[in-house]
């Protein structure tokens, strides 16, 4: 039989500059973060959020749904790295 979890016998996750990196590395936005950064909408920050993913996965990266890599949105939505497509929001735009 298991002893009761108590605060003192929990594992907690260890501090140190080296883990605040590691955090901050692997970063992952919600739909609040999306919907904030862009000025749209929660149905629209998930539509962008599950076409991330779903971009990762055929990459063959394991996702969270409801969550996308900071790293790789700020890639692909704000062109970040080299020549990155721009994203598809369904929206065209007017050609003058």
């Known amino acids: 039989m298991n002893p009761p979890t108590t605060s003192a016998t929990r ?4 501090t ?3 883990n605040a990196a ?3 590395e692997l970063r992952a936005l919600y739909c609040e973060d999306v919907m904030e950064i862009l ?3 929660a149905s629209k920050a998930y539509a962008i959020i599950r076409q991330l993913n779903d971009e990762l996965r055929a990459q063959g990266y394991i996702t969270v749904a409801g969550r996308v890599s ?3 949105f700020k890639e692909r ?3 970040g790295k080299g020549q990155s497509e721009p994203l598809n929001t369904g929206k065209t735009t007017k050609s003058k």
Do not use: D, E, F, S
Request: glycine content about 16%.
């Open 22 to 24: 590691l955090q901050h």
């Open 39 to 41: 000025g749209i909408g």
């Open 70 to 72: 900071a790293a790789y």
């Open 11 to 14: 594992r907690t996750a260890p």
């Open 16 to 18: 140190g500059t080296r």
């Open 77 to 79: 939505v704000y062109c």
